[in-house]
Structures are given as C-alpha cells and as structure tokens.
C-alpha cells in the first residue's frame, strides 16, 4: 500500500504526499484545490463509512486506520471532525507525521489535548491548528505575547447551518423570527456542546485568553446567507474587532468555504520555500 511519488509535471520534482482524515464537504473542496506538487495518496475513513463518499475516492487508498498505511505522507490533514482527531491524532503524532487539524474543538478535552502534546512530544510530529472559518488568529495569537484583558467570540449563522446540533435543544429553528442569541458561556463550553460548529471558539481561546477565560455567543438569525464570525480582542497591544462573513460550503451549510481554504493553505505552505 506504498504510495508511489508521482512526478510533479510543472517542476519535474517528485511530489508530495498527503494523508486526509475524513472526506466529507471540506475534505472534497480541498482535494478539488490541492496545491499542484501535492498528491492525496490515502483517505482514513470509518470502517463502516457512506459508500457514495467512496466513490469519489477511486485511484486513492482508502484505510480505517493510520498504521493500515505503510508509506510515509508529507503531511496529515484532518477535515473528520473531532471524533476523527480523538481515534487518529495520538497514531498519526506518534509516528513523527505533521498533522494539521480544522477540529480545534476536540482540544476542549483537557485528557486529549495532554495526549496528543506527549504524542507529538514523543513522535516528533507537530500538530497544527490551523485558523479556519475564521481571519485574524495571527493578531490574536501575538497580542497574547504582550498580554490581553479580554476576548470575546460570537458566531451567527442560519437556522439550516444548526440543524442537527445540540441548539435544537434550545431553540425551535423552525420557527426563529429574529436574530437570537441560544448559547453563552465558554469557549470549552461551546467546543464540547458544538462540535461540527464551534471548533473557531476553541481556536480562539487557544490563541488568546484560553478556553475557560474566552467568552462566546452563537446565534441563529433566519435573515442570513453568511456564517459570521466576530472577535473581539482588548490588551496591551490596543483592541481589535473582526467580523468576517463567510459564505458556507454547498455541501455542508455548517461550514465555511474559508475553513477548507485554510487547509489548503496548510498544503501549499508544506511546500513553499518562503511561508505566509
Ligand atoms: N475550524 C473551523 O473553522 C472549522 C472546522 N470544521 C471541522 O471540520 C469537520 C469536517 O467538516 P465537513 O467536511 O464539512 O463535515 P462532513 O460531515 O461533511 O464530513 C466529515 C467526514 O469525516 C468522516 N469521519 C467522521 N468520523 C471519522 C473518523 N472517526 N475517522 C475518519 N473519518 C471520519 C466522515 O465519514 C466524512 O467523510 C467538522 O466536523 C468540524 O469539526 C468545520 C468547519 C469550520
Ligand atoms: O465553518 C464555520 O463557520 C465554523 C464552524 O463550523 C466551526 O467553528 O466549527
């Protein structure tokens, strides 16, 4: 099941190889974008996964588990949700391969997240967190250095983009007239209760004040076509305000076309001499 490096027709240079974990809406986007001098040589998918994803994934290996592959990728993605970064990302980290991951969220398990540093820590691969959905992570990420006081997420999106998360517990989406708030708390609160659409708290506590000390508010508004997204950082640095309107993916109105994009990105700074 050794991926062959394919030749890399624009440079004449060997290509790289990529591992992805899920193939869901974001993972098809991004295969549909990758980088050229980049190959998806395997798909980790459940064992029992849909058969039409499959489909889509002829030429390319397909395993339920990371040590099914006996080739070494350039670099693991996961576009699988949290459940596949808690069955995948001790295996793909202990093994020395980079892996970067969009599910954020799935660090707001404290046990997880201690395992998956000591893994990378033993391995030698590094775990990315990549930005997502959202833009302005690297401002935050450095603010930090020089202290912040207070950061705050909110979150809106339509009544379709929460159907079938734990807001149909709080509130009727059918019915929602107007812009309402359903959920305030912590970053780790909204991680945990929100997995397929608050993974960007997650990234914004990790990158700012924590999970426990970023505040966050999600809201269904029936007026909306956009996922908006807003931070709100104050510090030593000054204070900023980011609002970012992104148009959801068509095959999955939970998520952002942005957040398949920063996966590509990941892919293209793989292989980029000079990084941005
Ligand atoms: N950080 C961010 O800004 C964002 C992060 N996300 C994360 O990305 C994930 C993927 O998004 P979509 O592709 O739109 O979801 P999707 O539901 O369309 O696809 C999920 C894919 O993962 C596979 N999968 C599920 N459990 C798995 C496991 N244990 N191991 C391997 N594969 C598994 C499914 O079979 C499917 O192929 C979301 O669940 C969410 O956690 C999504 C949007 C934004
Ligand atoms: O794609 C988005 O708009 C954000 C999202 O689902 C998440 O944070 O998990």
Same mark, same amino acid.
């Given at each position: 099941?050794?991926a #062959?490096?394919n030749?890399n027709p #624009?440079?004449g240079?060997?290509s790289?190889?990529?591992m992805?974990?899920?193939?869901?809406?974001?993972?098809?986007e991004?295969?549909? *974008?990758?980088?050229?001098?980049l190959?998806?040589d395997?798909?980790?998918?459940?064992?029992?996964?849909d058969?039409?994803?499959r #489909?889509?994934?002829?030429?390319?290996?397909t395993?339920s588990?990371?040590?099914?592959?006996a080739?070494?990728?350039d670099?693991v *993605?996961?576009c699988?949700g949290?459940a596949?970064?808690?069955?995948?990302?001790v295996?793909?980290?202990?093994r @020395?391969?980079?892996?970067?991951?969009v599910?954020? @969220?799935?660090?707001?398990?404290?046990a997880?997240?201690?395992r998956?540093?000591?893994a990378?820590?033993k391995?030698?691969g590094?775990?990315?967190l990549?930005?997502g959905?959202?833009?302005?992570?690297?401002?935050?990420?450095?603010?930090?250095?020089?202290?912040?006081?207070?950061?705050?997420y909110e979150?809106?999106k339509?009544?379709?983009?929460?159907?079938?998360?734990?807001?149909?517990?709080l509130?009727?989406l059918d019915t929602?007239?107007s812009?309402?708030?359903f959920?305030?708390?912590?970053?780790a609160?909204?991680?945990?209760?929100?997995p397929a659409?608050?993974?960007v708290?997650?990234?914004?506590?990790l990158? @700012?004040?924590?999970?426990e000390?970023?505040t966050?508010k999600l809201t269904?508004?029936?007026?909306?076509?956009?996922?908006?997204?807003r931070i709100?950082?104050r510090?030593r640095?000054?204070?900023?305000?980011i609002?970012?309107?992104?148009?959801? /993916?068509?095959n999955?109105?939970?998520?952002?076309?942005?957040?398949? /994009?920063s996966?590509v990105?990941?892919c293209?700074q793989?292989?980029?001499?000079?990084v941005i």
């Amino acid at each position: 099941m050794t991926a #062959q490096r394919n030749q890399n027709p #624009q440079s004449g240079a060997a290509s790289r190889s990529i591992m992805m974990i899920g193939y869901g809406a974001m993972g098809r986007e991004v295969h549909r *974008l990758l980088p050229a001098g980049l190959s998806l040589d395997w798909v980790v998918l459940p064992a029992h996964s849909d058969l039409s994803e499959r #489909q889509h994934l002829r030429d390319i290996n397909t395993v339920s588990r990371v040590d099914q592959c006996a080739g070494r990728p350039d670099l693991v *993605l996961e576009c699988a949700g949290q459940a596949g970064v808690r069955e995948h990302g001790v295996a793909v980290l202990e093994r @020395g391969l980079d892996l970067a991951v969009v599910s954020v @969220g799935a660090l707001a398990d404290e046990a997880l997240h201690k395992r998956l540093e000591e893994a990378a820590r033993k391995g030698g691969g590094r775990l990315i967190l990549l930005s997502g959905a959202i833009a302005g992570i690297d401002g935050l990420a450095a603010a930090r250095e020089g202290g912040l006081d207070e950061v705050t997420y909110e979150s809106r999106k339509a009544p379709r983009s929460w159907k079938g998360s734990h807001a149909e517990n709080l509130i009727n989406l059918d019915t929602v007239s107007s812009a309402t708030v359903f959920f305030e708390g912590t970053a780790a609160e909204a991680a945990r209760l929100f997995p397929a659409n608050a993974n960007v708290a997650a990234t914004v506590g990790l990158a @700012g004040v924590g999970l426990e000390a970023t505040t966050v508010k999600l809201t269904v508004d029936p007026h909306t076509a956009t996922n908006t997204h807003r931070i709100h950082a104050r510090g030593r640095f000054g204070e900023f305000h980011i609002e970012l309107n992104g148009r959801p /993916l068509e095959n999955n109105p939970k998520t952002s076309t942005l957040a398949a /994009l920063s996966v590509v990105r990941a892919c293209r700074q793989a292989l980029a001499p000079i990084v941005i």
